[in-house]
T-cell receptor, first 111, second 115 residues
């Protein structure tokens, strides 16, 4: 699976939109982009995934560039409970469903 | 409530004393997996199971065993634990690993300390 690059940390003011970037320049045509987050030492939580179209659900929006080499996760109105480590993962369906989590972005929402 | 349940949440043991960490899911998921998480190394897969009686090694299987005798349970066995197995362990499951619309669901973790 293609590897991803994320900034190690970001801050966001409470109530503002949090925009978390991810580079995946080696992504191939059959690979999806997934986002998970991990609050403190809890189990990672699925947020959203997409292939090439923008996606939105009750938690977040995912914007994937036209060339698919990068994406942005948007939390529209960040709350203190959104403070977590956010992982961007690129996954194909070959192999063992083994998601490579990397080190992610530590998002801190500031009151 | 749909969930992945791991037990125990915390475990302190001594080198060489066999232990089992249990994992159970109530979502009728085909796929189950074990990860360990260590500072600076992220989450690494230990073993996974595509279905009952089917298990395979992940990236770091040495020192671990698993079994999948029934769909809902996927215990992790450490026959002779060593201090380098001190870690935070997560069990995860998904409905269909061959589907893009089948994300992983994680348990709340087991923090293991081997002295």
């Amino acid at each position: 699976d293609a590897k991803t690059t994320q900034p190690p940390s970001m801050d966001c003011a409470e109530g503002r939109a949090a925009n978390l970037p991810c580079n995946h320049s080696t992504i191939s045509g059959n690979e999806y982009v997934y986002w998970y987050r991990q609050i403190h030492s809890q189990g990672p939580q699925y947020i959203i995934h997409g292939l090439k179209n923008n996606e939105t659900n009750e938690m977040a929006s995912l914007i994937i560039t036209e060339d698919r080499k990068s994406s942005t996760l948007i939390l529209p109105h960040a709350t203190l409970r959104d403070t977590a480590v956010y992982y961007c993962i690129v996954r194909s369906l070959t192999g063992a469903n083994n998601l490579f989590f990397g080190t992610g972005t530590r998002l801190t929402v500031i009151p | 409530e749909a969930q992945v349940t791991q037990n125990p949440r915390y475990l302190i043991t001594v080198t060489g004393k066999k232990l089992t960490v249990t994992c159970s899911q109530n979502m009728n998921h085909e796929y189950m997996s074990w990860y360990r998480q260590d500072p600076g190394l992220g989450l690494r897969q230990i073993y996974y199971s595509m279905n009952v009686e089917v298990t395979d090694k992940g990236d770091v299987p040495e020192g671990y065993k698993v079994s999948r005798k029934e769909k809902r349970n996927f215990p992790l066995i450490l026959e002779s634990p060593s201090p380098n197995q001190t870690s935070l362990y997560f069990c995860a499951s998904s409905l269909d690993p061959r589907s893009y619309n089948s994300p992983l669901h994680f348990g709340n973790g087991t923090r293991l300390t081997v002295t």
